[in-house]
């Protein structure tokens, strides 16, 4: 049974930083794509940053310049670096992969493009 598990979310002051981890149990290959979504309190759930098996990531318009995704294929391990945070980034964060272990070009950010998801983590960022 393939399992992704989060960690790493916590509070901090607007313009400070967090580093989200994803570690994901039983997959026998990795994934294609591995992304990060979040949902804000009355909000639907939108992508943050998405990454193929390459390393070529593609980030939501409001997180560009601040937030770095990284993986590590061998340890089947997921990252999202947040800088400069503000309060509007205050979301319950997903970490989320595809069920396809080949493909082209960038992934894109779309909940219906991924089949395994984490539990989340809380990211809270006061002002």
């Known amino acids: 049974q393939v399992q992704l598990v989060e960690s790493g979310g916590g509070s901090a002051q607007s313009g400070g930083s967090l580093r989200l981890s994803c570690v994901g149990y039983?997959?026998?290959?990795?994934?294609?794509?591995m992304a990060w979504f979040r949902q804000a309190p009355g909000k639907e759930r939108e992508g943050v940053a998405g990454?193929?098996?390459?390393?070529?990531?593609t980030y939501a318009d409001n997180v560009k310049g601040r937030f770095t995704i990284s993986r590590d294929n061998a340890r089947d391990l997921l990252y999202l670096q947040m800088n400069s945070l503000r309060p509007d980034d205050t979301a319950v964060y997903y970490c989320?992969?595809?069920?396809?272990?080949?493909?082209?070009?960038?992934?894109?950010?779309?909940?219906?493009?991924?089949?395994?998801w984490g539990q989340g983590t809380q990211v809270t960022v006061s002002s």
């Open positions: 989320a992969a595809e069920e396809a272990t080949e493909g082209l070009g960038d992934c894109m950010l779309s909940e219906e493009d991924y089949f395994d």
């Open positions: 039983g997959y026998r290959r990795s994934s294609y794509c």
């Open positions: 990454i193929n098996l390459g390393g070529s990531a």
